[in-house]
């Protein structure tokens, strides 16, 4: 389903070509046949493409054709002819072509309809090169061999043990994409072209997202050149700082759009549906509460040696309110300086688990926006190794439909439970009442 050619223009993929038997014509979408209908729903995701049948000629961007089709003078038979062109329309398309360059981006929506399309593309991508290997397995090649087939098998045997070949692929292009964008908003210089060396400046920052990036291309990163090469240069061009445009929280629905222009089933299928901002901030704030009245932690979540758990964490909104209530509360009491070295020492016993690497990626780019607009500098070595079960008090806060009960020691909470018609509210603080000594 690749286009039969891609282009370079100074070492960087430009634009591809996709070359049709003589007399199909050069209007993609009108095109007949199983496979050509197929391809080019694949295809109407690239930014910059031609159709021809050497004949007639048309240039397209994300699905949409860029002014008229240009047809030649003459016939071409069996591949063989001779053509004439009448006009300097062609000129002016291949020029086009040729020049294109991705166009700066500088909002959330932007960002999303440039991006979404090349990680739907990379994700169906991966989905044949898997089934060309599954055929060279059944040929005799070694699976060792066969690299998306190993990486599938290591993502199944590490983290998704039912994952489907089409649940690995959109995986695989959801953590690249997300780490790529991740990069550039650390300031990672994409001009390499370098997919590796990008990993590598991007593990300074988040040693995860930067090695998984590394761990996921290096092996095929040249015949996956097409896509990465494509969805590399387009990330480069994203200016943050103008996406973020001065804005508090710029990133709170990024993943959210991203799914929908992405995959909208998927969102549907996978529940992501994020907790709006006001009932998280509520739900801090009553456990908040509960810490500080009935577990005699004047400090609340931000008390030394009270461990905080978010068991789903998606793009980090409960994360996030933690470190606001916890400085906000003691920038007022006791001014920034305190309030700054609490949220620093809080961050060592904040723990958030989320199984997405897209949402990840954006609770890392939350996060980090909210430390840097709070003055907080946050170290590596500062932040333990250890599990949070090891500390002595223990506090679940996340929706409550997803939480687990937490291994807590003496003074635990119970989980809220979802009401039931009838039953008391499970918002209600007397449900978070101190389980009797074990």
């Known amino acids: 389903m690749r286009p039969d050619y891609a282009i370079e223009v100074d070492g960087a993929v430009c634009g591809y070509i996709e070359i049709k038997k003589p007399g199909l014509g050069a209007d993609a979408p009108a095109l007949t046949g199983k496979h050509n209908v197929r391809q080019w729903k694949r295809l109407s995701d690239l930014p910059n493409l031609i159709y021809t049948d050497g004949v007639q000629w048309a240039r397209y961007s994300h699905g949409e054709r860029d002014g008229d089709i240009v047809t030649l003078d003459g016939t071409l038979s069996s591949g063989t002819g ?39 593309l990379l994700r169906d991508e991966v989905v044949d090169q898997l089934a060309r290997e599954q055929v060279r397995i059944k040929q005799g090649e070694p699976a060792s061999a066969q690299p998306f087939t190993g990486l599938a098998s290591d993502w199944r045997t590490l ?10 692929a959109d995986g695989y292009a959801q953590t690249v994409t997300f780490a790529l964008l991740l990069a550039r908003s650390r300031g990672v210089a994409m001009e390499s072209g370098s997919i590796h060396t990008v990993g590598d400046d991007l593990g300074a920052s988040s040693a995860l997202m930067g090695r998984a990036l590394q761990l996921l291309t290096d092996h095929v990163e040249n015949s996956f050149r097409v896509t990465l090469g494509t969805l590399l240069r387009v990330v480069s061009m994203i200016d943050w700082d103008k996406v973020r445009g001065g804005r508090r929280d710029t990133y709170l629905y990024l993943y959210e759009e991203f799914l929908e222009a ?25 456990t908040d509460d509960v810490v500080r009245s009935r577990l005699d932690r004047p400090d609340g979540l931000g008390a030394p040696g009270v461990s905080v758990i978010d068991p789903a964490a998606g793009t980090g909104t409960f994360l996030l309110r933690i470190l606001e209530i916890v400085y906000d509360r003691l920038d007022g009491d006791s001014g920034k300086g305190a309030a700054r070295e609490a949220v620093a020492d809080l961050a060592t016993r904040l723990f958030g688990f989320e199984l997405q690497m897209g949402p990840h990626a954006v ?8 430390l840097t607009r ?11 190794r250890r599990g949070p079960g090891q500390d002595p008090h223990h506090q679940a806060v996340g929706p409550p439909d997803r939480q687990q009960r937490l291994p807590a ?9 979802p009401g039931r018609r009838g039953q008391r509210d499970p918002a209600e603080v007397s449900w978070f009442q101190p389980s009797p000594a074990v």
């Open 262 to 286: 992405y995959d909208d089933d998927l969102r549907k299928s996978s529940g992501s549906y994020y907790t709006p901002v006001d009932v998280a901030a509520q739900m801090v704030r009553l």
């Open 82 to 120: 001779e053509l004439t062109v009448p006009d300097a329309g062609l000129q002016r398309l291949l020029s086009t072509f040729l020049g294109w360059a991705p166009a700066p981006i500088r909002s959330v929506g932007a960002l999303v309809r440039a991006v979404a399309p090349l990680c739907r």
């Open 363 to 370: 609770s890392e780019l939350r996060v980090n926006d909210v």
């Open 159 to 168: 983290l998704f043990p039912g994952a489907s070949d089409t649940q690995f």
């Open 409 to 417: 020691r003496e003074d635990r909470l119970r989980t809220p439970r």
């Open 374 to 384: 709070l003055g907080v500098q946050i170290h590596r070595e500062d932040v333990p």
